[in-house]
């Protein structure tokens, strides 16, 4: 079983696709994001751990922009996420501290080793192809793989991708059509 289809790695269609309903309130947003804020920001910050964090503080800033429109909640919610993302890499607090013999949590624990999520369940065609699908993502230059994730998984406009990465349109489309050149090479057996 695929979790991406190959659809969503092939050109994007012309034809434009209405946009989905917007949520009622910002609680039920932030319901919504949450998954896919969390696997963006492990995807960005390879630590479960660091991902959580960044998402947590996302979540707890957006409440400051409840009076805002829903319609500015997801390129706003995306842009806190990245800058929190890359404030935590620029001060150090990125750390791969699993790889360290005798790691311990930030309490001084040892570290609990078990995961808590729901792979027991999955099935292993799922788990291999997450695995080759999330090895393709992590060769990626960190433009690309956010221009593909932004643009590709969370299915936001150009306009919206281009804001949160904080350049042009043009450059989205760029690292955009070059990501999608670089997975459907690495991904070629899963067409």
Known sequence: ???LTPAKLAPMDTEPQAP???PATLDAFLRGIDARAFRFAELGLRHRE???????????KMLAYRDRPASEWTPLFWSILRNRMVDMQRRGLFRLRWLLPGS?????EPLDWADDGPDPSRSH?????WERIDTA?????A??????TLRVLEELDVADTARIMGCSEGSVKTHLSRAREALQKQLEEFR
């Open 125 to 129: 065609d799922s788990r291999e192809a």
């Open 50 to 60: 660091d991902a959580l964090d960044a998402v947590q503080d996302a979540m707890m």
């Open 137 to 141: 993502l992590r060769k990626l230059p």
């Open 143 to 148: 433009r690309q793989r956010e221009a593909f």
């Open 20 to 22: 989905p309903p917007e």
């Open 104 to 108: 311990t949590d930030k309490d001084g």
């Open 1 to 3: 079983m695929l979790l």
